[in-house]
């Protein structure tokens, strides 16, 4: 009768046991194991021996789990979803395209209207329209050749000291940002 409610509590026992748990207890089975093994090679016995050869056997235990998983790992920027920085600088970029279309057609430059020139949301959808209509400038940043990209970079350096950043609705710090990208990929270009 004893010996039947010992098994149903093993039963119980080990039927309830979680996933984690049963993972746990096959690992001390095998760092148990491996610690044996490893005590019967050595001449050190007893519990420092065991205590050693357990502590040991923690890395070998890990790397053949590890192992048995078969992962690959694989970096990390691989799996992220490469955007182009121009992405995130939409009304900045169409400044900036603004300011190129400005230097290099005079012909297009847009008039100011009025003794205190126009608001900054009428400014800004004549200037997208305007650069709609020239598409000198791709929205991508990888699609703009390094002689052009160059130019861009330093007409922002050059507008930047005038002070013209602050006309529109690009806010002087997305334009500086925008200005550290553009250079960062010049340099990136280079390297």
Known sequence: MFRLIFVMMMAIGLAGCTQAQRFALAKNAE???????????????GQHGYLQAHHECHQIVNFRKFQEMRLERQPQYVKQDLKDPLDEYGIC??????????????????PKKGPWGRLPVEGQKELEERNAKL???PDRLKEISNAKLIEIYELMAVKTTMGHAN???CKSTRYHELESVIGLELKRRRG
């Open 93 to 110: 970029w169409e400044f900036v395209k603004g300011l190129y279309i400005d230097e290099r057609y005079p012909e297009m430059k847009m």
């Open 31 to 45: 760092l148990d194991e491996c610690a044996m093994k490893r005590m019967a090679e050595s001449k050190i016995n």
């Open 167 to 169: 006309d529109t609705l």
């Open 135 to 137: 598409k000198v400038l």
